[in-house]
T-cell receptor, first 110, second 116 residues
C-alpha cells in the first residue's frame, strides 16, 4: 500500500527566505503527484500537478520537482511571504486512489 | 460559481443522531470522493464513486452510507453518530483521464462535524 510522508511537519521562516518542503512515497508506480495548500478552516487548493513522466513544474514563485525512481518530490517556494502561511500537502495518484501526505505547516514571519 | 460545494459548513449534533452532508460539483467530472480529515490534518479516503457507481469503499463503519443520485452529486448520510465521528469531512471530484497522469483533484471547503 502506498505511504506518503512529509518532512518537516512544521516550519517557521522569516519573510523573504527561500524554502523547500519534502514529500516521499513508498511505491514509485504513480501516475502523478499534486501539491495542495490548505488554509485554516478551508478546503484544499491545488498548486501544482506533476505527471509521472515530468521532472518539474513551475507556477510563479513555486517550483515542484519529482524523482519518481527515488520516491521523492520537493516544493520550492521562493521569496516567502506571510501570505504563504498555510499547511501544504502532497498527494500521489496510485492505482485508483489519491494518497495524501501528513502535511507541512508553514509559518512565514513578517 | 463554486466548483465543488458542500453543505453544511458546520454541523453540531448530539450522539446518536442521524445527519447528512450534501456535495455538488459543477465541473462535469465523473468521479466524486468523500475524505475524512482528523485532528492531525491527515486525509483518509472513505468512498469514491465513478458515474454513480461505488468504486472505493474503505474500512468505514456501515453507519456511513454514501448516495450518488447523479454524477454531479454525492451525499453522505451518517447514522447513530458517535463522538469519534467528529472531524472535517471533505468532498472532492476529478475527471478520469486516459493514462490518469493528468487527473487532478478539486476539493470542497469541508464540513466541520462536532458530535457532543
Amino acid at each position: 500500500k502506498q505511504e506518503v510522508t512529509q518532512i518537516p511537519a512544521a516550519l517557521s521562516v522569516p519573510e523573504g527566505e527561500n524554502l523547500v518542503l519534502n514529500c516521499s512515497f513508498t511505491d514509485s508506480a504513480i501516475y502523478n503527484l499534486q501539491w495542495f495548500r490548505q488554509d485554516p478552516g478551508k478546503g484544499l487548493t491545488s498548486l501544482l500537478l506533476i505527471q509521472s513522466s515530468q521532472r518539474e513544474q513551475t507556477s510563479g514563485r513555486l517550483n515542484a520537482s519529482l524523482d519518481k525512481s527515488s520516491g521523492r518530490s520537493t516544493l520550492y517556494i521562493a521569496a516567502s511571504q506571510p501570505g504563504d502561511s498555510a499547511t501544504y500537502l502532497c498527494a500521489v495518484r496510485t492505482g485508483n486512489q489519491f494518497y495524501f501526505g501528513t502535511g507541512t505547516s508553514l509559518t512565514v514571519i513578517p | 460559481d463554486t466548483a465543488v460545494s458542500q453543505t453544511p459548513k458546520y454541523l453540531v449534533t448530539q450522539m446518536g443522531n442521524d445527519k447528512s452532508i450534501k456535495c455538488e460539483q459543477n465541473l462535469g467530472h465523473d468521479t466524486m470522493y468523500w475524505y475524512k480529515q482528523d485532528s492531525k490534518k491527515f486525509l483518509k479516503i472513505m468512498f469514491s464513486y465513478n458515474n454513480k457507481e461505488l468504486i472505493i469503499n474503505e474500512t468505514v463503519p456501515n453507519r456511513f452510507s454514501p448516495k450518488s443520485p447523479d454524477k454531479a452529486h454525492l451525499n453522505l448520510h451518517i447514522n447513530s453518530l458517535e463522538l469519534g465521528d467528529s472531524a472535517v469531512y471533505f468532498c472532492a471530484s476529478s475527471q478520469y483521464q486516459p493514462g490518469q497522469r493528468l487527473e487532478k483533484l478539486f476539493f470542497g471547503s469541508g464540513t466541520q462535524l462536532s458530535v457532543l
